[in-house]
């Protein structure tokens, strides 16, 4: 359990100070102060219903906390996505437990809804007296109309009508509610147009419906292998990436916030509410070492039958598989901390990185290397990837970082399509399926050999970010050995992971991306070290047979994860407070995936039995 920290009187709460809780369709982050900040239903990309975090004047919040607040401290539920905000003003302590319910026995595993769309805050007081603060503030406004039990509101900037009952009767809002130690109160917001639950379980306390989506989370969080370092964190981070699966068709978002700014004051602000293609693989790729294979096929069939409306698939789409809304800057808002612009929608759907042929035809082999079928019609789809990969390498693209520059030939991009042309030749032998697969691997490994010679740079004495011209450094190249592009102990890998290092390193185990003027991007401005980075060159010193130093530097990594156990994408590297998107999955996968390695690094064994054999 965390420790008691003072809540800060006015401004921003850090981003670290926040928990996430969701149900698979949509979520929300709970702060430290009891106020809901920022809240998306029912679809983690809607209009946000609460965005205090991003306008704590405008931005609407649901807010549940004492007067006089002072010292708070957060914790989840032992292995559930149900979180407790203890808060304590100067007169007695109130726990608030929130949760958004699930269904009772339901299975998050399947490709199916789960949730009930009510969001439970039950309150209880443990210590002394408190006057209880309850006001709901949609962004934008709300009608309020009350009905038996509560309130309905309708909400015309989210076209959403809501409902909202209490344990008691509901006066004018807002309002304070005086209660003393063992008191509780119970408030439900609804979204689903389901049947009132006051009416349909009359009978059933908020104690109990949280009771029931805790024991959800449990049976699901229990397949979730322990044999690794940090076995709590590793449950913790496969518990937070399941909240960002949109458990019905297995899409995964990149995380749940928007425009949470990569630099204090700058404009490296993003909407990330979306599903990559390139995250979403790395993602399942993770969950599926620790124990959890149904996510592969969930997302492996949605990345499939997206809307591949010329013919490719895109960098990324909203959870439904269409391309998301065009990218706009909301005016009205104020930004976190002032960072501007504010976003909705990510252009970069529009722009082309040839990655995404690897992604999806890894995922397809990982899923194939475990004995799930591959039909006719998916092969189809995968072996026209690897065709288009044999060329694509060979023109510029935006990259893995998305550049706002015009393309550039970067050697992630082209170690991607060795990728897909690799295991499209593997997987076309091993399952005796139709395609040239001579070929493919023959120009597979042509591009391996056009990556060490063409991205190398004698003068920095390590591969760079482009192929046959002269770049910067740039720590995607740490994520080939995870691919088998190369080998870490690879002399030229080596080599280039001791030059981004020293070269890239933020200090304290930290890493830049790349450096904006050397690697020029479009914005140009500095932001935090990308978390992901180091997890990767974790994965990289074990590969190169430095165990102790890859343990000491993931122990360090997870040094810095909040008091929830949570990641951001970025560190700052100045005070190690959080930047960027939160909670970012893959930050939470690369966590997961140097467990992993970690793990059977130190039992001596392989650190990918399961594919190992088709690799042979």
């Not at 926040?18 to 979520?27: P, S, T, V």
């Not at 789960?114 to 006057?131: I, K, N, P, Q, S």
């Not at 070269?503 to 020029?520: I, M, N």
Request: glycine residues 8%; hydrophobic residues 40%; negative net charge.
């Amino acid at each position: 359990m965390s420790q008691w920290s003072p809540v800060p009187l006015e401004g921003y709460l850090p981003i670290e100070d926040h928990g996430l809780i969701g149900d698979g369709r949509g979520c929300a982050l709970v702060g430290r102060d009891g106020a809901i900040g920022f809240m998306c239903v029912p679809r983690f990309d809607s209009p946000p219903l609460f965005c205090s975090l991003l306008d704590r004047r405008s931005g609407g919040s649901f807010l549940l906390a004492p007067d006089g607040l002072r010292h708070s401290r957060q914790y989840y539920v032992e292995d559930s996505g149900v979180l407790v905000t203890e808060l304590r003003s100067d007169t007695g302590v109130v726990e608030v437990t929130d949760a958004f319910l699930l269904e009772p026995g339901a299975r998050l595993e399947e490709d199916a809804p789960v949730g009930r769309g009510e969001l439970v805050r039950w309150a209880r007081v443990t210590h002394g007296t408190v006057d209880l603060a309850v006001s709901v503030q949609p962004r934008g406004g709300a009608r309020y109309e009350p009905r038996t039990g509560g309130w309905r509101l309708t909400c015309p900037r989210q076209s959403l009508r809501l409902h909202l009952t209490a344990s008691r009767p509901l006066p004018d809002h807002p309002f304070t509610l005086p209660l003393r130690a063992g008191d509780g109160f119970w408030v439900r917001l609804r979204w689903s147009q389901r049947q009132d639950p006051s009416a349909e379980r009359a009978e059933r306390t908020a104690s109990s419906c949280i009771d029931d989506t805790t024991g959800v989370w449990r049976r699901w969080s229990a397949r979730v292998v322990d044999d690794t370092p940090r076995p709590e964190m590793v449950r913790r981070s496969a518990i937070t990436l399941k909240l960002l699966d949109h458990v019905e068709n297995g899409a995964i978002v990149a995380a749940p916030t928007s425009s949470l700014p990569e630099r204090i004051g700058g404009d490296r602000n993003w909407d990330y509410r979306y599903t990559w293609i390139r995250d979403a693989a790395y993602t399942v790729f993770a969950l599926r070492r620790i124990g959890l294979p149904e996510e592969a096929g969930g997302f492996l069939h949605w990345a499939l039958t997206a809307d591949w409306r010329d013919g490719r698939p895109r960098v990324l789409y909203d959870v439904d598989g269409r391309p998301p809304q065009p990218e706009v800057i909301d005016e009205e808002l104020e930004g976190y901390r002032a960072s501007v612009p504010v976003r909705w929608g990510n252009a970069a759907v529009e722009q082309i990185q040839h990655d995404v042929y690897g992604e999806i035809l890894d995922c397809a082999f990982q899923w194939a290397a475990i004995g799930r079928p591959l039909s006719a019609d998916l092969w189809h789809r995968l072996s026209g990837l690897a065709e288009r990969s044999r060329t694509a390498w060979t023109t510029p693209d935006h990259g893995i970082w998305e550049v706002r520059t015009h393309g550039r030939p970067f050697t992630y991009s082209a170690a991607m399509c060795q990728v897909a042309l690799d295991r499209a030749a593997r997987l076309a032998t091993r399952l005796d399926l139709p395609g040239d697969a001579t070929t493919w691997a023959a120009e597979a490994r042509y591009l391996t050999d056009r990556i060490i010679h063409d991205a190398w740079d004698e003068t920095q004495n390590s591969l760079t970010e482009h192929l046959g011209h002269r770049g910067g450094l740039d720590a995607s190249l740490l994520a080939l050995p995870l691919r088998r592009v190369l080998s870490a102990d690879h002399p030229r890998m080596v080599a280039t992971a001791q030059a981004i290092t020293e070269r890239l390193g933020a200090g304290d185990g930290l890493l830049f991306r790349y450096l904006p003027q050397d690697s020029p991007d479009g914005i140009n401005e500095p932001e935090g070290a990308f978390l992901l980075c180091s997890f990767w060159l974790v994965d990289n010193l074990v590969g190169q047979g430095r165990v102790d130093e890859a343990t000491e530097l993931f122990e360090k990594l997870c040094s810095y994860a909040s008091p929830l156990g949570l990641f951001a994408e970025q560190i700052d590297p100045a005070d190690h407070s959080f930047l960027g998107n939160y909670p970012q999955a893959l930050s939470h996968v690369g966590l997961l995936s140097s467990a992993v390695v970690l793990s059977r690094a130190q039992r001596g064994v392989r650190p990918e039995l399961s594919t190992h054999a088709w690799f042979q």
